[in-house]
């Protein structure tokens, strides 16, 4: 089982910055990977950025390309988005999530976390 608890949401002015965590406990996915999704109201659940915990492949969404970055601190079982440039369109709950393989869609996803709101004010 693992546990994934996300923080760093909040409510920011358009061309403002935040920082994501989630914290993953539990058993480790030494060769697995985790990821950032959101989901606006009324839309699907998409994914945002992705990374594999040795680091070696990333994925990001066309939508964010340039403006988030997806890191990991294996030490600290921690991922990371930083996002910068906020539009008032990236306002949703972001999910950390977590799988065996590049999550770059739920179906791949094991472990999904409570979520956060991020809110982008014009």
């Known amino acids: 089982q693992v546990q994934l608890v996300e923080s760093g949401g909040g409510l920011v002015q358009a061309g403002g910055s935040l920082r994501l965590s989630c914290a993953a406990s539990g058993r480790a996915f030494s060769s697995g990977a985790v990821g950032w999704f959101r989901q606006a109201p009324g839309k699907e659940r998409d994914v945002i950025a992705a990374?594999?915990?040795?680091?070696?492949?990333?994925y990001y969404a066309d939508s964010v390309k340039g403006r988030f970055t997806i890191s990991r601190d294996n030490a600290k079982n921690t991922v990371y988005l930083q996002m910068n440039s906020l539009k008032p369109e990236d306002t949703a709950v972001y999910y950390c999530?977590?799988?065996?393989?590049?999550?770059?869609?739920?179906?791949?996803?094991?472990?999904w976390g409570q979520g956060t709101q991020v809110t982008v004010s014009s």
């Open positions: 990374i594999r915990w040795s680091g070696s492949s990333t």
């Open positions: 999530a977590a799988g065996r393989v590049l999550v770059t869609t739920p179906k791949l996803v094991d472990y």
